[in-house]
């Protein structure tokens, strides 16, 4: 018998349960329910079709239980999830939906007014006219664990971001080995705060939750105000560190603790886990946050323990079962195992895969006890903002349009808040006057989404530069930060 994708296979268990899969600001919605409308998205994107057969349909959705709904609905009809966020300028969205060769668009009525810009020979359909449709059957066709389920689009050291390709058996076997190293039962319940179009807000987070039969609360956003108040009600948090930050700011430390202080599990990724914010946690909530390393093409590789006294501040732990690791001469780390993606979309050539193991750009060393310690970049060209990942190349594109500047050099500089702050700096042509703060941001904001956005632009009569006239950037970063 052909092998069956595990992803769906969980589904036709999950659909007999009755108990509560999703909490929205709209109510609850119970796992048959949710499957029943993703049944009716399947059967209307199918329109009597056997299978979309690996088509591409782009998500625009508010983040609810109906964004859940459509994602399944998408992989029961045969198609390929590929998720945007209204964070992207519309041309930008529209460069997704092309890359990806999407030719169906599932958008939610808050985002209406994109309609039009993604449009363009694309049939564009509102989910909450699908919910309804008459239900296709669960699997109306065989998928196999191997056929693509989501497209995650993420920036790299070359021109646009690629659109790593993840199988069903991906998603399955990753949200199983979390859900087994940290723990999930029927019983838990997931405050989820992330947004969805990276791997941290869908799989770690959203799907180890759902196809482990817990419950999660979907907050559309972050706001500091709504964590501290559902937290006493969830047993598990998940976060990067700049979320970690903005409650150290903004919330009521008594409140925050009543809350956290009742979860099992508040974990943290994305980026590094500074070691005092983690203490304050420590403080606040009885236990370190587990920190773990992560990738969109490899899912989370290695972990910290659930028992919290194994956990080592500044560590991201040991590999997960079937997780294979090895560190390169240079102390690039490199990973291997089932969780690993499939490649870069149409771009065959520029997935990093050297005998069967994917370089992940990290530098990393491993104590006698094998537990990691990651120890920066191999590209100073990757940033880390609030755990997005950017390349300062693709920022720096978008600027060179700019009439005014004649160089631009974009960088991270440490920051409490954000991890890297990023910097443009610029040279102004001759002959223009340098454009103000504002105007830049704006420019910025029409072409890259709002927080790849540079924090800072500061105007210099020349940049650092090698014998070859290539900018040094660790050199711009010093005389950045000099500045301050
Ligand atoms: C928002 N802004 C940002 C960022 N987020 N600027 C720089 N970096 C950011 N990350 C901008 C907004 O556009 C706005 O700009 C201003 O900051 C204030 O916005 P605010 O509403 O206060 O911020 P926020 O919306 O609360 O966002 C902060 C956030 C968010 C919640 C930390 O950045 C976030 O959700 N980050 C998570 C990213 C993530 O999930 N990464 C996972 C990648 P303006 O004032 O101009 O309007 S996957 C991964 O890394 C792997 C798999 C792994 O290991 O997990
Ligand atoms: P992304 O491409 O957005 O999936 O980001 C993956 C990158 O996030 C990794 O290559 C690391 O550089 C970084 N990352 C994830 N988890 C951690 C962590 N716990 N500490 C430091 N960096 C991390």
């Excluded at 179009?197 to 180890?208: A, E, F, K, P, V």
């Excluded at 690791?325 to 050539?349: H, T």
Aim: hydrophobic content about 45%.
């Amino acid at each position: 018998m052909a092998a069956r994708s595990p992803l769906l296979a969980r589904l036709a268990e999950l659909a007999a349960s009755t108990r509560v899969a999703l909490l929205d600001d709209r109510g609850t919605t119970t796992h048959d329910q949710l499957i029943r409308r993703a049944r009716s998205v399947a059967g209307a994107l199918l329109n009597g079709a056997p299978s979309l057969d690996g088509r591409r349909v782009a998500l625009l959705l508010t983040q609810d239980a109906d964004w859940l709904a459509a994602f399944l609905g998408v992989l029961i009809a045969g198609g390929v999830v590929v998720p945007l966020a209204p964070a992207y300028p519309a041309a930008e969205l529209a460069w997704f939906a092309a890359d990806a060769e999407a030719d169906l668009v599932l958008l939610s009525a808050e985002y209406d007014a994109l309609a039009l810009d993604l449009a363009h020979g694309r049939r564009v359909l509102r989910v909450d006219a699908l919910l309804c449709a008459a239900p296709a059957p669960l699997e109306p066709t065989l998928r196999a664990p191997d056929d693509l389920a989501l497209l995650l689009y993420t920036s790299g050291t070359t021109g646009r971001p690629k659109g790593a390709m993840l199988t069903h058996a991906n998603l399955a076997t990753h949200a199983r080995l979390l859900g087994t190293a940290w723990g999930f039962t029927e019983r838990d319940q997931l405050l989820h705060t992330l947004p969805l179009h990276h791997l941290h807000g869908l799989g770690i987070s959203l799907l180890t939750a759902y196809l482990a039969g817990a419950a999660t609360r979907m907050l559309p956003r972050f706001d500091p105000e709504r964590v501290t108040r559902s937290l006493a009600h969830a047993t598990v948090f998940m976060a990067v560190p700049t979320i970690y930050r903005r409650l150290a700011d903004a919330a009521d430390p008594a409140r925050l603790a009543a809350g956290a202080r009742t979860l099992r599990l508040a974990t943290s990724g994305s980026a590094a886990l500074p070691i005092p914010l983690g203490e304050w946690w420590r403080s606040l909530a009885g236990d370190y946050p587990l920190e773990r390393f992560g990738m969109t093409e490899v899912g989370v590789a290695l972990s910290n323990p659930l028992e919290p006294s194994g956990r080592q501040p500044g560590r991201v732990g040991t590999p997960l079962p079937t997780v294979e690791i090895r560190c390169a001469d240079d102390g690039e780390l490199y990973v291997r195992g089932p969780s690993v993606f499939a490649g870069y979309w149409r771009r065959p050539d520029t997935t990093p895969f050297e005998d069967g193991w994917f370089r992940t750009g990290d530098l990393a060393e491993t104590d006698a006890a094998g537990s990691v310690r990651l120890l920066g970049r191999t590209s100073v060209d990757i940033l880390k903002s609030g755990g997005y990942k950017l390349s300062a190349l693709e920022i720096e594109a978008a600027l060179a349009e700019h009439p005014a500047l004649a160089e631009v050099a974009v960088v991270g500089l440490p920051d409490a808040t954000w991890g890297d702050l990023v910097v443009c700096a610029f040279i102004v042509r001759a002959g223009s006057s340098a454009p103000d703060h504002d105007s830049l941001r704006a420019f910025a904001r029409a072409r890259l989404a709002a927080y790849q956005v540079p924090r800072e632009f500061v105007a210099l009569a020349e940049l650092p530069r090698n014998p070859l006239g290539k900018v040094v950037k660790p050199r711009l970063v010093e005389l950045l930060r000099a500045r301050t």
